[in-house]
């Protein structure tokens, strides 16, 4: 690597005293928004100055949130209560009032964790129970992860307006914000909470209030050192100025510096050439001077600098902390991958027993639950129909104690919400427990409700000898179900073999008086048969250990137990299968708490619809948002070729030496969540961990040392190495754990991506919750090498 001295050699002659200018310009990093004295138009609530740096603190929509309002919050036919629910100043939080005063944190709710806000009766909780108020007064929020929606009713109908509206536009400001407006907005809003008596002054103690609830346990002779060197006025107190040098001094990444200054050189700022030589240096891809030009005008703060092609401190941190500085290579984050090959030959989302929102034993079932798959990008949903009062079919866990909801609803459901983020198809995979006459009712939901999204006709041969791609299924739903064959009894009898009630009969014990219900769905009605067009369900007898005719349009339901031994016994003979056709995998019955297993063995083998408890959190559900995180989202992985060829040699148990070389090197952490905010003194031990899931062969797991009680900066400086046989299959996850020595280490955040997503060089991981939800601004920063045999 050159030195700056002679990098700054290929500049024009003229350029270093501009440089100097520039440098002397942003010899402090950019000012910190300060807070707010009472000058500043007359107001001492500093937390408003979150909402002035988002642009709305005019908007009277966001003013109305601001003063609060009275709404119903509705959870039954006879339970509505009235709330105040008021928007925070930070402009990030919403207080809500509660019947019996809780924990302040019990109090709130987070904007950036709202899925989606909806107007009217569109909740399930809204049509069955909210009856008794006009649609326009009603609206949902719906959360991410495992929390209820709360349905409200408002006064008036423009009052629930201001929230939708208001709502909106936070979530909208909120997704535009970049990661260094994120911290700013961040540490303001807990400046605020420890301005005890909101004077817009900060006392030694106040500040040490501070340190505590950003997670900082800093030693108090350095903190009061810090502290006086910033109180010029030498009152005991900081100010205006005073506070907003305490907090750049908070907010330095010295690791940032170092990296800066080995390009930069003597005068502090880079020029293109020399981020172009920070870019080769990355192993970016197209790192060309146009390209470090292009950086320079999109992340640099100060216009001085940005009219003479320079980049500062702040514009550097300001890159790096972007989507372009992640560790996850962003033209990965839209559909970049072939959709026009076969359904085959892509990994597809996929739930299981998709209705449940607990467990499967007496959890209830709603059509939530498919709403929210669809939102975190599932494709293949499962529907367990059962005979219901009326001629209306059933929707849950049979011989269980989970409510049931109508098939029709939940049809209305994938209507609704199927596209609403990706445009590729649908499987509805049926678990049909229904007698011929209400199989026929199933039919005519399917059809009548969901219209020209229905597949109800092979789109070119009847007997296509591979799939439709999803391009070609764009914006349509398919029915995976039993099919009658040519040849069949008058009364409708099939002739075929059964699917996932065999599978499961051989996992599970089911009570005597089922017997009537599985003899009822021994019989398959030619309307419903007529809709399985490429989704045959056909039990999966045995592999044979070579090709035999393709048969595209039948897909096999495994148990998880019953897929394992496969991939034992024939592991290449099931890989080729899966090159060919779909096959489901399924969590075992005996998962009483509706708990995963791991996905990857089953993609490993090339599984296409490996289907998941979606209710249930775990590292098992970080692999699947990990796996479908790339692609757009869209819920569809196009598979590694070795898992793509009809005649391949691969098989996963047995992968070949190794072929990549994967280094980490961990740097630093940034701003980690405060696991317990009711105790201002708990402060977290971080270590991270970072995890390899592929074949079994590459499977690994490697942390670091923990770092006392910081939360807020904490420093490793530890390399991790792995050594990998099947990268193009090998998930990465990085987690971070709050080390305890006598009990289990607490979950902190984790972010899990795609090896072949990965990109090298300097990068932060922006970190994610348990449900998914982005922990901004908390982040890690590494260093990642990849070398290929």
């Known amino acids: 690597m050159l030195c700056g001295r002679w990098r700054r050699c290929r500049r024009p002659p003229e350029e270093p005293p501009v440089a100097a200018q520039v440098a002397a310009q942003v010899a402090a990093p950019v000012a910190l928004p300060s807070p707010p004295t009472p000058s500043d138009g007359g107001t001492k609530r500093p937390g408003l100055r979150a909402l002035k740096k988002m642009g709305l603190t005019e908007d009277e929509d966001v003013r109305a949130m601001l003063r609060g309002s009275r709404l119903r919050k509705i959870r039954s036919r006879t339970w509505h209560k009235e709330r105040l629910y008021r928007l925070q100043e930070d402009g990030l939080s919403v207080w809500f009032q509660r019947r019996i005063p809780r924990a302040p944190s019990q109090h709130i709710f987070f904007v950036q964790h709202i899925e989606a806000v909806r107007e009217g009766h569109q909740s399930e909780g809204l049509r069955r129970f909210g009856g008794a108020f006009a649609p326009a007064r009603c609206l949902t929020i719906a959360f991410k992860g495992r929390r209820k929606n709360l349905d409200l009713a408002a006064p008036t109908a423009e009052e629930a307006q201001r929230w939708v509206r208001g709502l909106t536009k936070l979530r909208a400001r909120l997704d535009a914000m970049s990661q260094r407006e994120r911290l700013d907005h961040w540490i303001h809003s807990y400046l605020h909470r420890a301005d005890s008596n909101q004077d817009s002054k900060m006392s030694f103690k106040e500040i040490k209030s501070l340190l505590r609830m950003v997670n900082v346990d800093m030693n108090d002779m350095y903190a009061y050192l810090l502290f006086k060197e910033c109180d010029h006025s030498n009152n005991d107190r900081l100010e205006g100025a005073e506070i907003e040098e305490f907090l750049r001094r908070l907010l330095k990444r010295p690791e940032l510096e170092e990296i800066f200054h080995q390009y930069s050189g003597e005068d502090r700022v880079l020029s293109a050439p020399e981020l172009l030589e920070f870019l080769e240096d990355q192993g970016e891809e197209g790192a060309t001077l146009a390209r470090a030009q292009q950086l320079i005008q999109t992340y640099e703060l100060n216009e001085t600098a940005k009219q003479h092609e320079l980049m500062t401190l702040d514009g550097f941190m300001m890159y790096l902390l972007s989507p372009e500085g992640a560790a996850l290579d962003n033209t990965h984050t839209c559909v970049f991958q072939d959709m026009n090959q076969p359904l085959a030959h892509y990994f597809i989302s996929s739930s299981h027993n998709t209705y449940l929102t607990d467990s499967q034993i007496g959890g209830p079932s709603s059509t939530e639950a498919y709403v929210r798959a669809f939102a975190q990008g599932c494709r293949c949903v499962e529907l367990d129909c059962w005979e219901g009062p009326g001629g209306e079919p059933v929707i849950y866990h049979g011989h269980t104690l989970t409510s049931k909801i109508l098939f029709r609803d939940v049809v209305q459901a994938v209507r609704d919400h199927a596209f609403t983020l990706s445009p590729y198809p649908v499987i509805l995979s049926l678990e049909n427990h229904c007698g011929l006459e209400q199989q026929a009712a199933m039919a005519r939901h399917l059809c009548t409700i969901l219209g020209d999204m229905l597949v109800t006709q092979a789109l070119d041969s009847p007997n296509p000898e591979e799939l439709p791609s999803p391009e070609q299924l764009k914006g349509r739903v398919l029915v995976k179900g039993k099919k009658l064959p040519a040849a069949r009894s008058e009364d409708g009898r099939a002739l075929s073999d059964r699917e996932e009630e065999e599978e499961e009969e051989e996992e599970e014990e089911e009570e005597v008086e089922a017997a009537a219900q599985r003899r009822l769905a021994k019989q398959i009605s030619p309307e419903l048969s007529a809709l399985a067009v490429y989704c045959h369900a056909t039990r999966l007898r045995t592999l044979p250990p070579a090709p035999n005719t393709p048969q595209p349009c039948q897909v096999s339901s495994l148990s998880e137990r019953k897929a394992k031994k496969l991939i034992r016994e024939a592991g290449n003979s099931f890989v080729r299968h899966n090159a060919r056709q779909l096959t489901r995998v399924y969590p075992l019955g005996l998962r009483m708490n509706s708990a995963n297993y791991s996905p990857q063995e089953m993609w490993n083998s090339g599984c296409q619809l490996v289907a998941l408890n979606f209710q249930t959190p ?63 003194h708990s402060i977290v031990d971080p270590l991270v961990r970072v995890e390899i899931h592929g074949v079994p062969a590459d499977c690994a797991r490697q942390e670091t040392d923990y770092v006392l009680n910081n939360g807020f900066n904490p420093r490793w400086g530890q390399t991790l190495q792995f050594q990998l046989r099947a990268p193009e299959l090998a998930l990465v996850r990085f987690v971070v754990e709050d080390y305890d020595a006598t009990s289990p280490n607490d979950f902190v955040g984790q972010f899990t991506l795609p090896l072949s997503s990965l990109k090298q060089g300097y990068r932060h991981i922006h970190l994610l919750s348990k449900d998914g939800a982005s922990l901004s601004p908390a982040t890690l920063f590494i260093q990642i090498r990849i070398q290929c045999s």
């Open 618 to 680: 775990g590292y098992e559900m970080d692999l699947n948002a990990g796996r479908f995180l790339v692609n757009g989202q869209c819920g569809y992985v196009l598979k590694p070729a070795c898992l793509r060829q009809p005649d391949s040699t691969f098989d996963p148990e047995y992968p070949g030496p190794p072929r990549t070389t994967l280094s980490i090197q961990v740097l630093t952490a940034q701003q980690l969540p405060k696991l317990n905010a009711e105790k201002p």
